[in-house]
């Protein structure tokens, strides 16, 4: 069995680095987009998005038009253009706060966290959330504010959105995810594998399932269960074959158990 301590396992993982949540990584947006490290709660547009001269003729072919502006937002987006992106997304937003595509807010807020402006990101959220909006898309909101609060270490916040948001929609796999982090960081791992076990079930897509049972393997790591642990992170190469916590995982173990 490994001498490795808890807490260096935990930091090799990346679970124990400002406690942040692995939906909210260093990727730029633009990187993010049909990858397997994509944000899965802003996932990229559907279909194939203007590119930016596509949506400029589309924009002089329609000054001023809410949905004009929002594709020019989405080209520049796509661009990793953040700095263009923004002005477009908010004009769009200013014309019509409640007709814009809703995800406008969304991608608004992820180009202020590339940009290194998470109040603004906080911000925006939250003027979503004064909008009439179903349930879903308000458990999806208290998601991302739990994240920001979270990868801001304001825990205590992250904690109160992310309940929040389970009130809107008890499948919410964001918040399950988050507050399993959470609850991995205070050492209640019990507590952490319960909310886990539900994140990995609503979690929605691939690669979001694949971070949770990593997370699940650090667990197991940590109290020396070491075929558990292995399992958990096949499981996560299984659904996410580029999951890079999840190889040195495995290269951690399998030599231990012989496999």
Do not use: W
């Not at 916040?157 to 399950?176: E, I």
């Not at 995810?177 to 209640?188: E, K, P, S, T, V």
């Amino acid at each position: 069995m490994r001498s490795a301590s808890p807490v260096s396992i935990l930091v090799a993982a990346g679970v124990l680095a400002g406690c942040s949540h692995p939906s909210r990584d260093n990727t730029p947006p633009h990187a993010k987009a049909g990858s397997s490290s994509e944000s899965y709660y802003a996932p990229p547009p559907p279909g194939r998005p203007l590119s930016v001269p596509e949506a400029l003729r589309v924009a002089a072919e329609h000054p001023g038009g809410v949905q004009s502006c929002y594709e020019l937002g989405m080209a520049y987006y796509c661009a990793g253009e953040y700095v263009n992106s923004v002005p477009r997304f908010e004009r769009a937003i200013r014309l019509s706060p409640a007709g814009v595509n809703t995800e406008a807010y969304f991608y608004l807020a992820n180009c202020y966290d590339a940009l290194g402006q998470p109040k603004n990101a906080v911000r925006t959220y939250q003027r979503l959330n004064r909008l009439a909006l179903p349930k879903h898309t308000r458990a999806r909101v208290d998601a991302c504010l739990g994240i920001e609060y979270q990868a801001q270490s304001d825990l205590k916040s992250a904690v109160a959105y992310y309940t929040l948001s389970l009130t809107y929609d008890a499948h919410q796999g964001a918040s399950l995810f988050g507050l399993g982090i959470i609850a991995m960081h205070d050492g209640n791992q019990d507590l952490a594998l319960r909310y886990y076990h539900l994140a990995a079930k609503y979690a929605g897509a691939p690669h979001a399932e694949a971070k949770v049972h990593v997370n699940m393997g650090v667990i197991f790591e940590t109290r020396g269960d070491d075929l558990g642990s292995l399992a958990e992170y096949r499981r996560a190469l299984e659904l996410d074959p580029s999951a890079v916590k999840a190889h040195e995982g495995v290269a951690r173990i399998a030599g231990s158990v012989g496999d």
